[in-house]
């Protein structure tokens, strides 16, 4: 059974740090790109950071400097660095993983972040 479990979410003040983790199993971990995409209220779910296969990572520009994406395929796991966290970066944060080849992809359940004083 695949599963795409995140967690870490929670609230935070502006300015802070929170660390997300998207554990997976049921499918070949190393060979799926594996992204976090976010949905505030009101909007569309958009991308906010992905890592490759090999490792390279990519960022929406409204988290560039702020968020660092890593994976550790021998836990099965992707990491999302928070830091300098605004009210803006409040959203449902949701894992998904694509296969660099053939597409399948698959959802994580999301988890909450609240930036709020």
């Known amino acids: 059974q695949v599963q795409l479990v995140e967690s870490g979410g929670g609230l935070v003040q502006p300015g802070g740090s929170l660390s997300l983790s998207c554990a997976a199993s049921g499918f070949i971990f190393s060979m799926y790109t594996i992204a976090w995409y976010r949905q505030a209220p009101g909007k569309q779910r958009e991308l906010v950071a992905s890592?490759?296969?090999?490792?390279?990572?990519n960022y929406a520009d409204s988290v560039k400097g702020r968020f660092t994406i890593s994976r550790d395929n021998a836990e099965k796991t992707v990491y999302l660095r928070m830091n300098s966290l605004k009210p803006d970066d409040t959203a449902v944060y949701y894992c998904?993983?694509?296969?660099?080849?053939?597409?399948?992809?698959?959802w994580g359940q999301g988890t909450q972040i609240t930036v709020s004083s």
């Open positions: 890592i490759t296969t090999g490792g390279s990572s």
């Open positions: 998904n993983a694509v296969h660099y080849y053939t597409t399948d992809h698959y």
